[in-house]
């Protein structure tokens, strides 16, 4: 569930509330730091192996930053000034402070369950979101505690990766609150209808649906309540591209995404 609360106070505040679930169980905070070492974690078909020991923290597999990077083959710089790793490969950029609930990947912003954190001396960060950010997609086996990092060979079943990716950002939501102009919103599901690919195939024209709950705010005596007014759907345009590290990424910007009411309904009829 992905949602973004609009508040209108002078004034007027906005403030994001966005959970990005990650598929460890969530009795994962009640684990010791032995059951937590027991996961196996795959880079491909490869095991890796960590000097320091991944652990869980409420349900998110964390890692050692520096070797996840140089596993999904990027390059690392520290901000010692802002307290922030900063990872490049090709055009694309992932920036994450430490200790934030925030990051951005080609500033684009995301919020985050679990804040990159220094632990005993290492920088450790959230495994699926720098893996799913990276272009990868992240499979987790409960039966063996098994995580899979696979890399996603195919061109469309790329870009698709990489349109869900960012509409589940709190940048796509914000876009979101001023298109439809409630207090709150969450996302529903995204789907790409069509792919128009170049002669070249190294970029794309894309378009996609989005559904989203929106919400509005009813103020009464007792205080301002925000509950579910409607549901609607949005078709978004927007161009993609290959960059020199074989990555895909979005050109267009969020703010300039082209955008058409499909479909709209009370919230009790939906």
């Known amino acids: 569930m992905r949602r973004l609360w609009k508040q209108r106070v002078a004034p007027i505040a906005l403030s994001v509330c966005m959970m990005l679930s990650w598929a460890v169980p969530a009795s994962a905070d009640a684990e010791d730091a032995s ?129 869900d990716h960012v509409t589940q950002s709190s940048s796509f939501l914000q876009r979101a609150v001023a298109i439809t102009g409630g207090d709150g919103i969450k996302r529903n599901e995204t789907e790409v209808l069509t792919l128009q690919m170049n002669g070249q195939g190294s970029s794309a024209e894309v378009t996609f649906e989005v559904g989203f709950t929106v919400s509005t705010a009813v103020k009464s005596d007792h205080g301002v309540t925000i509950s579910p007014s409607e549901s609607v759907v949005y078709e978004f345009t927007g161009e993609v591209y290959k960059d020199s590290a074989g990555q895909w990424l979005l050109r267009t910007g969020i703010d300039s995404l082209p955008y058409v009411l499909q479909e709209k309904k009370p919230f009790m009829d939906s």
């Open 35 to 163: 059951a937590a070492e027991q996961v196996q974690i795959y880079m491909g078909q490869q095991k890796t192996d960590w000097e320091q020991p991944p652990y869980i923290d409420n349900g998110n597999t964390m890692v050692p930053m520096r070797a996840l990077f140089e596993k999904l083959g990027f390059a690392v710089t520290w901000d010692n000034a802002e307290r922030k790793a900063i990872a490049s490969k090709g055009d694309l950029s992932i920036s994450l402070p430490i200790g934030s609930g925030t990051a951005s990947v080609n500033q684009i912003q995301y919020y985050l369950d679990a804040a990159p954190v220094i632990r005993e001396g290492s920088t450790y960060m959230p495994l699926r979101f720098v893996s799913e950010a990276a272009g990868a997609e992240v499979l987790w086996d409960s039966a063996t505690r098994t995580v899979t990092v696979q890399p996603i060979e195919d061109a469309q079943q790329s870009i698709r990766h990489l349109i």
